[in-house]
């Protein structure tokens, strides 16, 4: 199991530019999230989806948008990139038993800069 | 407004002592909670949970403990190794409403265990 994977590691991007990053689990999770690293911040959530074709806002949405075509998948775009998403990325997947809620898994991460 | 703390930014321990790291939230109807840590470059990884039913939950070097009425967790490591020098995340989800798969997150606390 590679678990969850994140595609690109690193990415340089300048302001006005637009990116999509993927975000892959062989896991047969439900559910996937979004989250964003920055400084003193601790993770903040983006997006999430609760299933394939289902999506919903986080804490900070705005200027993103998100995908879940396939179950497995879980796409993170920015139409218009601004410096002030310069940030590292996260995306994590997690499952349910009847009501116990599991940890999450997180990928290794994408590293983005908008100059 | 934030409702998982981590009012500790940092934390420097001898290795051999115990590191203790502690988180407070302010949402009475969080009911289940986990450590994260992360390495640099990495992605965060689970270490311990804990549900709001227990005031103590323990694996290997790592034990926590919930204080329901203070709204306080906390994290022991004993004995602390260099290798448990990393950013440690509390984090809080409610398990009512069915939103329990949505993690809130400190802002985390660096710890490094000297040798």
């Known amino acids: 199991n590679a678990g969850v994977t994140q595609t690109p590691k690193f990415r340089v991007l300048k302001t006005g530019q637009s990116m999509t990053l993927l975000c892959a689990q062989d896991?047969?999770?439900?559910?996937m999230y979004w989250y964003r690293q920055d400084p003193g911040m601790g993770l903040r959530l983006i997006h999430y989806?609760?299933?394939?074709?289902?999506?919903a806002k986080g804490e900070v949405p705005d200027g993103y948008n998100v995908s879940r075509l396939k179950k497995q998948n879980f796409l993170l775009g920015l139409e218009s990139a601004a410096p002030s998403q310069t940030s590292v990325y996260f995306c994590?997947?997690?499952?349910?038993?009847?009501?116990?809620?599991?940890?999450?898994?997180f990928g290794p991460g994408t590293r983005l800069t908008v100059l | 407004d934030q409702q998982v703390k981590q009012n500790s930014p940092s934390l420097s321990v001898q290795e051999g002592r115990i590191s203790i790291l502690n988180c407070d939230y302010t949402?009475?109807?969080?009911?289940?909670f986990l450590w994260y840590k992360k390495y640099p470059a990495e992605g965060p990884t689970f270490l311990i949970s804990i549900s709001s039913i227990k005031d103590k939950n323990e694996d290997g070097r790592f034990t926590v403990f919930l204080n329901k009425s203070a709204k306080h967790l906390s994290l022991h490591i004993v004995p602390s190794q260099p290798g448990d020098s990393a950013v440690y995340f509390c984090a809080a989800s409610l398990n009512s409403g069915g939103s329990n798969y949505k993690l809130t997150f400190g802002k985390g606390t660096l710890l490094t265990v000297n040798p």
């Open positions: 949402n009475s109807m969080f009911d289940y």
């Open positions: 896991m047969n999770h439900e559910y």
């Open positions: 994590a997947s997690s499952y349910r038993q009847g009501w116990a809620y599991n940890e999450q898994f």
């Open positions: 989806s609760v299933g394939e074709g289902t999506t």
